[in-house]
């Protein structure tokens, strides 16, 4: 009983965030993203699944009596409807035709996130507001982190802690409330660059410390997390901002990079496996999780090979997998619950035809940040463009090692995505005002 008020409760919530204000709407899912738990419901839900059915329906009944719901889509979001075409047709050559259905309802949430979070905020005061709520939830999430990784005690978490996944050596790694510290990178990845770029915005000495602080609980946390490709992934983002800042602030530019070098020198040695960690990154051939990885992406496309148009069906991926794992009985994979690419599952899931239409939407997202930029009047509008696509970038560099969004939380991609788009609608108005230092 009390599930299913839970359940009740967040849909009522989110259909009267998003009827009345969708900012709130989007403001809820900033607060709501780190906490993600099953209900027990006949099926399984997620808190963020209920919440989100209920912004979606209030939105799309605010939307419709304003007239604007087709316009906001079709001129804006429609890049994303190929992809979903293609998840559709997936389901032609499925042999779990709901498994096609669950993968279009996740996708379907993605673009609801994106078109809410795109069109919620009218000027820079609330997107401000919006961007501390969701490095707020994502401290807090750290701090979570940083406490199981301590302490070693599996706390925030359902999963198992100390299962070979969540740790090293015997050193649990930070996961937070995310059951897995690869997921929990992910999330990390898109928070970082942004932390960033507002802590070289601030202009107050106040201010600098304090985002300082939280850069440096980020990527901390990153580190506690174990996660070889959330450190590639963020050193990627971290270098962009960088060299987009130096010409205009060499002097920060040159200190933060003196504290990420430090980090980098220092921590190793104060944490011996982390030390072990990095020194993995030269033993490859001899990594389980690295040899895992390069097997399954030899079977993912031996697997594309078989269905190449339409692939197996969004969702079906275990069940190809399962049947040519018995067609080549001498090959045993040391992962076995995705591919650890996301681009190669989308096309064991959706064909060429799915993985052509999501590098089509993957291209024009970054088009859409940043065409044009030299354009935009004021340097701080231009660096947090630049800040939104280096953190979208490092994520989906991330998703070449793992599955971050198929079967995670990949709305937290979505929501980046859509506060993207929307702030470069804010920017692109006539006159446009200068954004003030969050």
Request: aromatic fraction near 14%; include cysteine; proline fraction near 4%.
């Amino acid at each position: 009983m009390i599930t299913y008020t839970l359940a009740l409760a967040l849909c009522l919530a989110g259909w009267l965030l998003a009827v009345r204000d969708p900012f709130w709407a989007v403001v809820g899912m900033a607060v709501l993203l780190p906490f993600d738990f099953a209900l027990e419901l006949p099926p399984t839900v997620y808190t963020n699944e209920v919440y989100l059915l209920g912004v979606g329906l209030g939105f799309i009944l605010r939307h419709f009596k304003q007239g604007s719901f087709w316009k906001d889509l079709g001129k804006v979001y429609w890049i994303f409807l190929p992809f979903m075409v293609a998840v559709a047709l997936s389901a032609l050559d499925a042999v779990d035709f709901w498994g096609v259905v669950k993968q279009c309802i996740r996708w379907g949430e993605f673009l609801l996130v994106m078109l809410v979070a795109g069109t919620c905020f009218r000027d820079h005061t609330r997107f401000n507001l919006l961007l501390r709520v969701i490095i707020g939830a994502g401290l807090l999430a750290s701090l979570m982190g940083l406490t199981q990784h301590f302490t070693g005690l599996n706390l925030f978490s359902s999963s198992a802690g100390l299962d070979g996944m969540n740790q090293v050596k015997g050193v649990m790694r930070a996961h937070s409330t995310f059951g897995h510290a690869n997921q929990f990178a992910g999330f990390l990845i898109l928070l970082i660059p942004l932390a960033l770029e507002l802590f070289f915005e601030q202009q107050q000495p106040r201010g600098l410390v304090l985002m300082g602080v939280v850069v440096l609980i980020l990527g901390l946390t990153l580190a506690t997390t174990y996660s070889r490709g959330g450190w590639l992934s963020t050193f990627l983002a971290v270098g962009i901002l960088l060299l987009y800042y130096i010409p205009k602030n060499i002097l920060r530019s040159l200190l933060l990079f003196l504290v990420f070098i430090a980090l980098l020198l220092v921590l190793p040695f104060y944490v011996s496996k982390l030390n072990s960690r990095l020194g993995s990154l030269t033993n490859v051939k001899e990594d389980t999780a690295v040899t895992g990885r390069v097997f399954y992406q030899k079977l993912g496309w031996r697997l594309i090979a078989q269905k190449p148009v339409f692939g197996h069906g969004g969702g079906n991926y275990l069940i190809a997998i399962q049947s040519s794992l018995k067609a080549y009985p001498g090959e045993t994979p040391y992962l076995d619950k995705h591919i650890h690419n996301l681009y190669t599952q989308i096309g064991v899931e959706t064909g060429l035809l799915g993985l052509a239409a999501f590098s089509f939407f993957i291209i024009m997202t970054f088009v859409r940040l940043l065409r044009n930029l030299k354009t935009i009047p004021t340097f701080a509008d231009r660096a947090m463009l630049v800040a939104l696509a280096a953190s979208c970038l490092a994520f989906l560099f991330h998703n070449m090692f793992d599955v971050l969004v198929i079967y995670a939380r990949g709305i937290h991609l979505a929501l980046v995505i859509g506060i993207g788009f929307g702030y470069r609608r804010l920017v692109d108005r006539k006159p446009e005002p200068a954004r003030s230092p969050a």
